[in-house]
């Protein structure tokens, strides 16, 4: 399987920003999504963004449209998730994916294929 090596997360003030990055390491499909699920405790792990590598579409969860952002650069081969105007509610876990089908953000179920981080902490404070 594919390793993800997140970074990037932190403590931060509600309004406040930070980017998370995911590195993987030369997924073996050519063509493949990555994606961003978080996990708050208590609660189900939820999607929250994910982006196509090959022409860059993207998608997001209702509650950080606007707020939150997916890209990839593919020569770095690292996937980021840039997230503005924080509120303690985005307070989780974050876990990366990689999968050569759909990720789907109501789904956080990957295929065999399939590979998740370790995950890295955001928390916002009010």
């Known amino acids: 399987q594919v390793q993800l090596v997140e970074s990037g997360g932190g403590s931060v003030q509600a309004g406040g920003s930070l980017r998370l990055s995911c590195a993987d390491s030369?997924?073996?499909?050519?063509?493949?999504?990555m994606g961003w699920f978080r996990q708050a405790p208590g609660k189900e792990r939820e999607g929250v963004a994910a982006?196509?590598?090959?022409?860059?579409?993207?998608y997001s969860a209702d509650s950080v449209k606007g707020r939150f952002t997916v890209s990839k650069d593919n020569d770095k081969n690292t996937a980021y998730l840039q997230m503005n105007s924080l509120k303690p509610e985005d307070t989780a876990m974050y876990y990366c994916?990689?999968?050569?089908?759909?990720?789907?953000?109501?789904?956080?179920?990957?295929?065999?294929?399939?590979?998740w981080g370790q995950g890295i902490q955001v928390t916002v404070s009010s």
């Open positions: 994916a990689a999968d050569w089908r759909p990720i789907i953000l109501s789904r956080p179920v990957l295929s065999e294929s399939g590979s």
């Open positions: 030369e997924y073996p499909y050519s063509l493949y999504y």
């Open positions: 982006i196509f590598t090959a022409d860059g579409r993207t």
